[in-house]
Structures are given as structure tokens and as C-alpha cells.
């Protein structure tokens, strides 16, 4: 199956060195490549652009599941992607076909003709293109990093959604809570509402002044709309009314408060309550508390419970820890890789109460890993036990050997749950 993915392949390494800087924040690189494709982002069906730290995929992946069960055709747009590049790019519902990526990419490069451009702009360029050329009711757009200089705040939005905001990624968007949630907010465009997901105070005070500012309508959770779980169901409740509905299919008690972000959503766009429902039930996002069922993983602890989570920041540690301790008790042991941008401590914190020890491994194929023993020196840190390993088969065989009927969770890095899915999935 790879060689039909040579060609895209080709380009997106050879687009990787068009820019000395994998990350620069800036829009104006970006809008010279969309006025030389004929802005593709002016051309777009309705956008819903959804910003935030944590829970913006999840988010995403429960609005489209609520608005194609309405029978809406959707685009979206995700980053990064796990095992292939093809999955940040949905068309009307269907993920990017080989041929028609490697078309969109050329295109955009021949277009830029040459000049500094990074990676995720020209991306996010060959999918504005690819969906302003395919009919659809709804584009949902994530955004990459931040907001306000992110790649994707070149479109006019019908709605806006953020997300909770934590700290992360300070290199890029400032030290303090009150300077990322200015960052998100960049997303805010005048007049357009936006659901805002829940906030700490120092967040939330920053994205009602901009809100102000603009005149733009704030659909903000626990002044306009009510999520929660009561006997094992949710309920929501805005003025429209209240739902009953399911647990969300996608597990962790964190995905509570994104199923409310998207019904919130849905219930904006005058979504049915079957749309609503099938939101909760029938989402699909992987490496958040993924159950690995297959795979040289699972051959090899035959007898474990294997899970799969991509979070990598302090909030993230939160909301593992808060699933783990609701799980049945079983001895739980993590394989953690991180990257050396990540506040390390503050991710493992969380989880030391829960985990009976921690195996480091360094994330093959990246250049940003945290050396393995780094991570255990951090895990050590807060009071787990922990040792490092050459690789995951190596820690889950050691972890099996020990405790057969262990519950190993694999986390600390999307990259990790990417490579761990390719082999696995």
C-alpha cells in the first residue's frame, strides 16, 4: 500500500525545505499564495473555524458526525495527522484520494513559485483549494497553532468555536493564560458568533473582550448552554431546551465538555436532535483513549489492556488521570515518550497517583524527542518509578512479562501515537 503515496510523499518532503522555520506565525506568506490560486478561501461553503488547546479535534470530529447524519456533506481540516498525511484533508466526507493530493500540492507549489513558505501553510493552501472546488454544506477548519497568525485565519467564518484553553506551546504564543487566550481569540471575526467551550476566568476575561470589542455573539458554557453527566447519560440545556442523550462513544470524562462545544454547534445551526444524538454516538478520533485491538503490541501482552493517547500537555495529564480513575482498578503501567518542547513534569504530575510505573522511549524519527531518560528523570520526579526502554515492543513485552494482565497506557505524544498506530493500526 505505500507506493501509491510515493508522489505526495515526493512533494511534502520536498515542500519541508521551502522554509528554514517549521513554525513562524505570520499571514502574510499565506495570503500571497492564496491571491496566486485565486483565493480558494473566498470560495469556501460555510466555515466553522474551531480554535483552542485541548479537545479541538474531538470537537470536530462530533460536529461532523452530527451534521453528516443530518445529511450534510463536510469538508475538514486537521492537524497533524497520525499515520498519513491524507487524514488532515476530509472532502465532502471522504479523505483526499493519492492522485487528487498530489494535483492540489503541485499546484500550490508551482503557485508559490518558489519563495519561503512553511509546510503547514502550503498545506492548509492545497486543502482550501481542494475544498473550494468540491460542493459542500459546512468546512470545518481546525486550527494549527494558536489562532490569530495561524495559517487557517484567512477565511470569513459563519461561526466560531474555542475550546478550553490551558498553557502550551509559550514558545509561539506567550507565557501566561491571559496571552494564549489572545492568541485564540484572533479567530473572532466581527459580528460572527462563537461557542466558547469552558474557561478558566483568566481566559475566558480575555475572549469576552475581544468578543466586546468585535460585536460578536458569545455562546459561552455555563452562562448559555449546560453540559453534564447525570446516571450515566448527558444532558445538555440551552434556551432552545434540554437533551438526553448517551455517553459520547469517545471515552474520558474530559469529552463531556466537547460534546457540549459541538452540540452548542449544532443546535446553531438549527442541527436536528438525531444530529445531536449520533454527534455523542458515533464520532470517530483516534489515539484519545484508543483500545488497541491488533497489531505486533497486542500479540505481544496477548492478556493486557493496551490503550493509545496522544495528549501532551498539563490539561491533557488532567484529563487522562480523571479517566484512569474511572476505569476498573487494574495495574496500570505508561510507556511515555514526549517532545522537548513539552512542560514534562507538568504532564506526568497528573498521572503518578494512577500509574504504577512509567517506561520512557524516545519517539522514533523525530528530531524534537525528549531523550528517554530525560522523561524518566522527569517521571521520577514526581514520585513514579521509572526506567527507559529501546522502543514500545520493547517496553509493553517487559511491562507483559511482569504483569500479564496489565493495562499499559502509551502516551506523551501524538507523534508517538502517529507511529504507533502506522505499526498497529
Not at 378 to 391: C, F, P, T
Request: contains cysteine.
Amino acid at each position: 500500500m505505500a507506493a501509491p503515496e510515493r508522489g505526495s510523499d515526493v512533494i511534502l518532503d520536498r515542500l519541508m525545505a521551502l522554509h528554514p522555520k517549521i513554525i513562524d506565525l505570520s499571514l502574510d506568506r499565506m495570503r500571497r499564495l492564496l491571491a496566486a490560486l485565486d483565493h480558494p478561501e473566498k470560495r469556501l461553503s460555510p466555515v466553522i473555524h474551531i480554535a483552542g488547546t485541548n479537545g479541538k479535534g474531538s470537537t470536530q470530529a462530533m460536529i461532523r458526525a452530527g451534521l453528516e447524519a443530518d445529511g450534510k456533506a463536510v469538508h475538514a481540516y486537521t492537524s497533524p495527522h497520525l499515520a498519513r498525511f491524507h487524514e488532515r484533508i476530509r472532502v465532502a466526507g471522504e479523505l483526499v484520494t493519492e492522485d487528487a493530493l498530489s494535483g492540489l500540492l503541485d499546484r500550490c507549489e508551482a503557485a508559490n513559485g518558489g519563495e519561503a513558505i512553511t509546510f503547514f501553510e502550503v498545506t492548509t493552501a492545497a486543502a482550501l483549494l481542494a475544498f473550494a472546488e468540491t460542493p459542500a454544506d459546512y468546512t470545518l477548519l481546525e486550527v494549527g497553532l494558536g489562532g490569530r497568525l495561524d495559517a487557517t485565519n484567512v477565511i470569513d467564518p459563519a461561526l466560531c468555536v474555542i475550546t478550553p484553553v490551558s498553557i502550551d506551546h509559550q514558545q509561539y504564543l506567550g507565557d501566561t493564560l491571559a496571552q494564549i487566550a489572545g492568541e485564540k481569540a484572533g479567530i473572532l471575526k466581527r459580528g460572527v458568533p462563537c461557542i466558547v467551550g469552558p474557561q478558566e476566568d483568566d481566559a475566558l476575561d480575555v475572549i469576552e473582550a475581544r468578543a466586546e470589542r468585535l460585536g460578536a455573539p458569545l455562546r459561552a458554557y455555563g452562562q448559555h448552554w449546560h453540559v453534564s453527566e447525570e446516571r450515566d447519560r448527558l444532558v445538555y440545556q440551552d434556551e432552545r431546551g434540554l437533551l438526553d442523550l448517551p455517553l459520547p462513544i469517545l471515552p474520558g470524562a474530559h469529552q463531556i465538555a466537547n460534546a457540549g462545544a459541538a452540540l452548542a454547534v449544532l443546535r446553531e445551526l438549527g442541527a436536528s436532535e438525531e444530529a445531536c444524538e449520533a454527534a455523542v454516538t458515533r464520532a470517530v478520533w483516534p489515539a484519545r483513549m484508543q483500545r488497541l485491538m491488533q497489531g505486533p503490541l497486542v500479540d505481544a501482552a496477548p492478556d493486557a489492556q493496551i490503550i493509545l493517547d496522544g495528549g501532551h500537555n498539563p490539561a491533557a495529564g488532567v484529563a487522562i488521570s480523571a479517566t484512569l480513575a474511572r476505569m476498573p482498578k487494574r495495574p496500570t503501567h505508561l510507556v511515555c515518550g514526549m517532545l522537548n518542547t513539552k512542560d514534562v513534569s507538568g504532564y506526568l504530575r497528573p498521572l503518578a497517583a494512577h500509574a504504577e510505573s512509567l517506561t520512557a522511549v524516545s519517539i522514533p524519527g523525530e528530531a524534537n524527542t525528549l531523550p528517554a531518560e530525560t522523561t524518566a528523570d522527569a517521571a521520577r520526579g514526581v514520585g513514579m518509578k521509572a526506567q527507559v526502554a529501546e522502543d514500545v515492543l520493547e517496553a509493553v513485552k517487559a511491562i507483559a512479562r511482569d504483569t500479564p494482565n496489565a493495562r499499559i497506557l502509551i502516551c506523551g505524544s501524538l507523534y508517538l501515537a502517529g507511529r504507533v498506530l502506522r505499526e498497529n493500526g
